[in-house]
């Protein structure tokens, strides 16, 4: 087993990751910089245990200030914000929406209070579930940029 922040506070910069190794800094600005990730995730054939048919790399319908395109810069939007924005649209009706580490603890809790009724219960556990299932998608997406930028060297 490797400890991937070790890898990336050894070897991995992105520009737009702040000098972070944090998943959650790392995943938006390896996707916007790995034709491999666009390739990947760009269409809906990502099946997973939460998710059927979903698209993970959705270009950003709106630039944000700074950015340009011929510098590099990609625009595309960040998992979590994707994630975000399709629980609120159906899957689960944003109640259950779980899209960083406060909420997640947030929603265990909630899970282990035995406080919500059966229907609460189902649309927390499945935002925790997603949340969770992208958390380690994230890991996997950082991984294949890493290997998809050696293959281009």
Request: charged residues 15%.
């Given at each position: ?10 070897g ?6 702040g ?7 790392l995943?938006?600005p ?8 666009r ?5 809906p054939?990502y099946?997973g ?6 698209t ?8 944000e200030s ?12 960040d ?19 779980v899209?960083?580490?406060g909420?997640?603890?947030?929603a ?15 649309v ?5 579930l ?9 890991m ?8 998809g ?5």
């Open positions: 087993m490797v400890d991937l922040m070790a890898v990336a506070n050894k991995y910069y992105v520009q737009g990751s000098g972070s190794t944090s998943i959650k800094r995943l938006l390896s996707l916007r910089f790995s034709p491999l990730l390739d990947l995730y760009s269409s054939t099946t245990s939460n998710f059927t048919d979903f993970w790399w959705q270009p950003e319908p709106e630039p700074g950015w340009q395109d011929g510098s590099g810069w990609v625009r595309v939007r998992p979590y914000n994707v994630l975000t924005q399709a629980d609120a649209g159906g899957a689960g009706g944003g109640g259950g929406t899209a960083d580490g909420a997640a603890v947030a265990y809790q909630a899970l282990q209070s035995g406080s919500l009724s059966p229907q609460q219960r189902e927390v556990q499945s935002g925790l997603r949340y969770c299932e992208l958390d380690t998608l994230a996997v997406m950082i991984v294949q940029a890493w290997q930028f050696l293959a281009r060297e």
